[in-house]
C-alpha cells in the first residue's frame, strides 16, 4: 500500500466520520422544520375551535406559547434534561446544556447541540399547546403563559429526562420503554392539563344548572380539521426526532434498541388509519376523526418501532373509537376541555404505555442491567407520567385562582376575549360582527 | 497494508452501506411526510368546493378515503404491485408483501419495505382523493369509501405494477415510459372518475331542463386556492417518490435509467408556471389557475428528468390552457364534475403520456430488452391506462347504483348532507346557520 | 494490499464523491419544497388581509407572480447571478446559466445546476410575494407582474451577485457578511416595496382629508395568521438554501466560512420567539405578533450563524418591538402599506445587516484578500440594498403610473377588483355577497 492510499483511507475515513455529523444536522433540522406544521396546524385548530368572540385570543395564546418557550428552554428545559436522568440529582451532563456553556451556541466542534436543542424545543412547544386548546375562552393570558412555561420547560423535560433518555432512571431501574414520548409528552402535558381545568372551572354557559353539559361548538370547524391534518404532517418531524441517527449504522431509540424508520413508517400510517376509523365508529364526527388520528399514533407510540403493523392498526383503533366515551366522562365529571386534550393526548398517552407493556413484555432494553420491557414497568411509569403531569398543573393553576388571575372576569367573558384583550377583530366584514363596529 | 488499514477498509465499506440503506430511508420518510400535505390540501380544497350544507360531508369522506387506504393497501395493494408487473400471473415477488410476510413489519433486516409501503400508500390515498372533489355533494359515504378502495387499493396499483415498475410489461413490451406516474395515478384515478360520474349523476340544479349547465361554487374558494398550493408543496414529496436512491451511484427512475433530482428541480418548476400561465391564458379564474399547476406538472410528469426545461413549461403552458375546455366539453356531455379531475388529472396525464411519445422517441429504456420510448407504445400504454381506470369505475358504480346505495336520496341532497349525515355543523356562528339552528 | 484491496479503496472513494452530489441534491430539494410553503402562506396571508371584495384579486396576482418568475428568473436570473459578482462586467461564470447552456437542463454530469437554480428560484418569488401584500387592493395585475419580474428576475438577483455570493464584490472589497440574505431579499423587496408605493398612492379611505391614516383591516386576521406560520415553516426551507453542504466536510456560508447547522437552529428559533415577544410588547396585535416572527428571524440572518443564542434573541426582540412603530411612521408619510412590508422586511433587513456591523466586526470572510466584516462595510452595503431596492422600484412605478397602467380606476377600486378582474366569487354563500349576486 502505497502512502498515498494510505492517506486516502484516512482521510476517507474523517470525511465519512464528518458526513455522519452533518447528515444527522440535516435530519433533524428537517425534523425541526416540520414540528412548525405542528404550530402552524395548532393555530388553526384552536382559532376554529373558539367562537368567533375569542378567536383572536385563542392565537395569540397559542403563539406566545411557542414564542415563551424558545428562551425558557433554553435557559431551563436543556438544563433540567441532561441534568436529571436519575432523578433530582444533578448528573455531569447538565453542565454541559447551562446557557454559559461553550455547547449553548454556534461552535463548529458541537455540531449536535444545536440541533437537538430545537428539535426539543419543538418538542416542549407542542406540550403547551397541547393544553392552549383545552382552556380556551377563559383562561387570562398572564396564567397561560406561567402555566405553558412550567409545563414546557420544566415538568414534562423533567419526565423525558427520567423516561425518555438513555440512562433515564425509569427504563434502567424498571424497564421503562416509550420510543415515541407518549409518556413525557402526551401522558404529562395531558394531565397537566387536566389538574388546570379542575380549577379554571368550565366556560359560562357550558353547564345548566342541572349539571347537563350543553355543547359550544367552535365556530369554524373546517379550519380546526384542517389544523389537525397539518398536525399530522408535522407528527412526521416529531417522529423523526425520536429516531438517532448512527452514522453507517443502524438506526437506534432514544434507548438504544435497534430499529429502522421503516418500522417507524408502517406503524405511524396504521396509528393514523386506525384511530380515524375507530373514533368514526363510535362517533361519525369529522372532528373526533382528525383527533382520532392524533390519539391512534400516539396509542401506537411508546412501541411504534416494535409492533406488527396489523396489532398497531388494532391499538389505534381501539383508542379512536374510546376517547369520544372518555371525553364524555371527563365532561360529566364537570370538567370543560373545549377539545378534548385530556382524552386525546392523556388517555392515549397511558394507553400507549400500557399497550407496550402488554404487547412487549421481555423485549430488552439495552441500557446496561435495565430489565426488560414489563408490564409493570410500563404500569409504573406510567402512574409516575400522570402524577408528574397532575400535581403540578393542579397546584400551580390553583396558585393562581387563589391569587386571583388565573381567569378573566366574567364580564369579559361574556362579551369575548378578543373585543378587550386584543385591539383587533378576527372578521371585519362578518359574520360576527360587534355590535357597534364599523363595517367596512 | 497492515491488519488495521485492512480492517478499517473493510469497516468502512460496510459503513458506507450501511449508510446507504439509512439515507433511503431517510429520503422516502420526508417524501411521506410531504405527501400528508396533499391531503391537507385535498381536504381544504374540497371542503371549501363544496356549498356550506355540504362541506363537512366532503371533508367526512377525504379522510375516510385516507384512512381506509392504509389497512387495504397493507392487506391488498402492496400485494398486487410485487405480484403483478408481468400482466395476470402472479411473479415471485409478490409473496414477500403478503401480510404474513416478515417484511411487512418492523425487520431489522429490511429497511426498505416499511418506507416504500408508506410511500406508495399515500399514492393510493392521493388516487382516492383525486376521485373524492368530482363526487361531492350527492355521493353516499358507504359507495364512496368501496370506489375508493377499488381505486386506491386495486386498480391504481394494477397500472403501477403494468406501467410503473423496472419489469412491468407495458415497458418491457412497449418500452413504455412515464417517470413520474402521470399513466397509473393521474389517467387512471382520472378516468376511474368519470365512469363514476356517468353513473352517479349530476347534482340537483346542476343543469336546467334545456341541458344548459348552471354554474355550482363552492362556498370558499380562498380556502380552495390555499389547499391546491398545499397539493404542490406535496408534490415535492410525491415526485421524491419517482427517483430511486442508489447509493454512491446515479439516481435512476424507477425503469432503470439514469437521471438526477436536479432535472426533477427543473421541469417541475416549469410545469407549475407552465400550468398556471396556460390556464391564466383561457380563464382569468384562480380556480383554474391553481387546477393549471397541477396539470402543469402532471403534464410533464412522464418525461420529467429529459425535457429540456422551456419544452416542459410548453407543454405545460398547453395543458394548462386547455384543461378548462376540456372541463367544459366533459359538462356538455351531461357530466358533473364538482372539481374537474376528468381534465385536471384524467386528461392531463394523458396528454402527459402522449407527450414523451412524441419528444422523447428513441430514448432507451434500460429494462433488457425493452424497447425504447416510443409514440405507439406510449399511446397503447395510454389506452390501456384509460380503460384500467374507466371500466371498473363505470362497472362498479353500476353496481352500486343498481343496488340504490349510490346516491343519497333526493331530500338529503336538498338539504345538505351535512344536517343529515354529520352531527356537527361546519360554521355554527354563521354564515350558512341552517333555519331553526342555535346561534351562539 | 492486494489488488481487490486497491480497487476497493478506489471505488469507495468515488462512491463517496457520488454520494455528495446526491445528498446535496436532496437537501436543496426539500429546501425547494418546503419554500413552497411560504407561498401558500403568502397566499392565505394576502387573502386575508384584503378586504372581501378584493380577496381573489389579491390571489391571483400573488400565484401569478410565482408562475412569472419561473421562466423569467431560467432566462434572465440565474444568467445575473453568475455573471455580475464584481460589479456590471460579465463574468465567464454567467455563460454556463444561460438557456443554451447544457447546464441549464437535465444533465447527467451536472447536479447542482438544477437544484440551486429552483432554490434561487423559490428565492426570486419570494422577493415578489414581499411586495405583493403592499400593493393590494389597487393595483392593476398587469402593473404588478412588470414589477414583479423586476425585483425578482433582475434586482434582487443583481443584490445577490453583489452581496451573497462568493466573489461578490460587496464582500470582496467591503468585507460585506450577510449569510441568510437579509440584504439581497429582505432590504431590497422591502425598499423596491417603498418605491413602489409612493408612487401607487394609497387606498381609497385610507387617510382621512385632515391626513390622518383610518385603519383598513383585512376580512380574515386568522387566515393571515395562519399563513405567516406556513411562512415561518418555509423559512426552514430558505434557511436551509442559505449554508452550502460540503461532502465530508464542514459547512460553509455562501462567504466560504465555515459553520453548522445546527448554529442556524439556535438562531432561527431565537429569532422566532424574540421578534413575537418583541411585538407582543409593543402592540399585543396578533398580526404584528406573526410579523414580528418574521422580522426578527430577519434581524439575525446576517449573522444567524455566529451570534450568541441570546444576543439573537435581543437582536430579534428589539426588532420585533420597533417594526410597528416604523410601519406608523410610514403610515405618518401618506404611504398605505397594507401589511407593513417595508417595516417587517426593508426596516428589519437593514438592521440586520447593520447588527451584524456592530456585533461581528472583526470576523474574517474567508474570499482571499477580502476585508473582515467591519460596521463600515456593512452600513455601505446597506445603502447599496437600499439604493438597488428603492431606486428601480420608483422609477419603473413611475413609468407605469406615467403610462397610467399602475393602479385601477376608482369606480374599480371602489366597486371592487373581484367583480370587475376575476370572474369568480370568494364566498357565494357569505359574508360578503355582493348585491344582486345570486346566493345558493
Chains 1, 2, 3 share one sequence.
Not at 60 to 71: G, S
Not at 248 to 258: A, D, R, S
Amino acid at each position: 500500500m502505497t502512502p498515498e492510499q494510505i492517506a486516502q483511507l484516512t482521510e476517507l475515513s474523517a470525511k465519512f466520520d464528518m458526513l455522519g455529523k452533518v447528515n444527522a444536522e440535516i435530519l433533524y433540522w428537517w425534523c425541526t422544520a416540520l414540528m412548525v406544521s405542528i404550530h402552524a396546524g395548532f393555530l388553526a385548530y384552536e382559532m376554529g375551535a373558539s367562537r368567533i368572540k375569542n378567536t383572536l385570543a385563542a392565537g395569540v395564546k397559542n403563539i406566545l406559547a411557542f414564542a415563551f418557550l424558545v428562551p425558557t428552554f433554553y435557559l431551563f428545559g436543556w438544563f433540567i434534561y441532561n441534568a436529571f436522568p436519575t432523578g433530582f440529582t444533578i448528573s455531569e451532563t447538565g453542565w454541559a446544556a447551562l446557557a454559559w456553556s461553550s455547547n449553548m451556541g454556534p461552535n463548529l466542534t458541537d455540531s449536535a447541540s444545536g440541533i437537538f436543542w430545537a428539535a426539543f424545543t419543538m418538542f416542549a412547544a407542542t406540550t403547551a399547546s397541547i393544553m392552549s386548546g383545552s382552556v380556551i375562552e377563559r383562561i387570562t393570558v398572564g396564567a397561560f403563559i406561567i402555566l405553558a412555561i412550567a409545563l414546557g420547560a420544566f415538568v414534562w423535560i423533567l419526565g423525558a429526562a427520567w423516561g425518555w433518555h438513555p440512562a433515564g432512571w425509569l427504563t434502567t431501574e424498571w424497564g421503562f420503554h416509550d420510543t415515541a414520548a407518549a409518556g413525557c409528552v402526551h401522558t404529562i402535558a395531558g394531565f397537566f392539563t387536566l389538574g388546570v381545568l379542575i380549577n379554571l372551572g368550565p366556560r359560562i354557559g357550558r353547564f345548566l344548572s342541572d349539571g347537563r353539559a350543553v355543547d359550544i361548538p367552535g365556530h369554524n370547524v373546517p379550519l380546526s380539521l384542517i389544523g389537525l391534518m397539518l398536525i399530522i404532517m408535522g407528527f412526521f418531524g416529531f417522529l423523526g426526532g425520536c429516531i438517532i441517527y448512527v452514522n453507517g449504522g443502524q438506526w437506534v431509540t432514544i434507548f438504544n434498541t435497534p430499529t429502522t424508520l421503516s418500522a417507524f413508517a408502517f406503524n405511524t400510517l396504521m396509528g393514523f388509519g386506525g384511530g380515524v376509523l375507530g373514533a368514526y365508529f363510535t362517533t361519525r364526527e369529522p372532528f373526533w376523526m382528525m383527533s382520532g388520528a392524533l390519539a391512534g399514533i400516539i396509542a401506537c407510540a411508546a412501541g411504534l418501532e416494535i409492533y406488527y403493523p396489523p396489532l398497531a392498526f388494532a391499538i389505534a383503533f381501539f383508542t379512536g373509537a374510546t376517547i369520544p366515551l372518555v371525553a364524555n366522562f371527563v365532561t360529566r365529571m364537570g370538567i370543560d376541555d373545549a377539545v378534548g386534550a385530556v382524552a386525546v393526548h392523556g388517555y392515549s398517552g397511558v394507553v400507549s404505555l400500557l399497550a407496550a407493556g402488554i404487547f412487549l413484555a421481555g423485549y430488552p432494553n439495552v441500557a446496561e442491567g435495565a430489565p426488560p420491557v414489563n408490564f409493570l414497568g410500563q404500569l409504573g411509569s406510567a402512574v409516575v407520567m400522570v402524577l408528574l403531569g397532575f400535581v403540578p398543573g393542579y397546584l400551580l393553576s390553583l396558585l393562581l385562582k387563589v391569587m386571583g388571575i388565573l381567569r378573566v372576569p366574567e364580564k369579559v367573558e361574556v362579551m369575548g376575549l378578543d373585543i378587550v384583550k386584543v385591539p383587533s377583530r378576527p372578521y371585519p366584514e362578518g359574520p360576527g360582527v360587534p355590535v357597534g363596529a364599523p363595517a367596512e
